[in-house]
């Protein structure tokens, strides 16, 4: 069974760094394409930043600029490198991952999640 793992959620100072993770396990397959949700309190979930088959990246306003969604060199792995946080960044960030053989077209919205990861911006 395919499950996503994120981990990299922290309090932070505004202004301060965090790279969060995104590990497969459960399968063989690579990640093929993935996106970084977050969902701030009171607000629904919002599409961040996005990386598909051929490695188009893809990035919503809140994060242009400041994030950036890679690869691992394992193949099972993505991250979100996110840089001068905000307060208003504090959400949590939620992995979203299309894994398998044959890849999924779009940005985002693809078969597999993860539990999501707290990142607070406070100081």
């Known amino acids: 069974q395919v499950r996503l793992r994120e981990s990299g959620g922290a309090l932070v100072q505004p202004g301060g760094s965090l790279r969060l993770s995104c590990v497969a396990t459960g399968t063989i397959d690579d990640i093929l394409a993935a996106a970084w949700y977050r969902q701030r309190p009171g607000k629904q979930r919002e599409l961040l930043a996005a990386?598909?088959?051929?490695?188009?990246?893809a990035y919503q306003d809140p994060a242009k600029g400041r994030f950036t969604i890679s690869r691992g060199s394992a193949k099972n792995t993505i991250y979100l490198q996110m840089n001068r946080l905000k307060p208003e960044d504090t959400a949590v960030y939620y992995c979203n991952a299309d894994v398998g053989t044959v890849p999924a077209t779009g940005l985002g919205e693809y078969d597999y999640w993860g539990q999501g990861t707290q990142v607070t911006v406070s100081s």
């Open positions: 990386l598909t088959y051929t490695g188009r990246t």
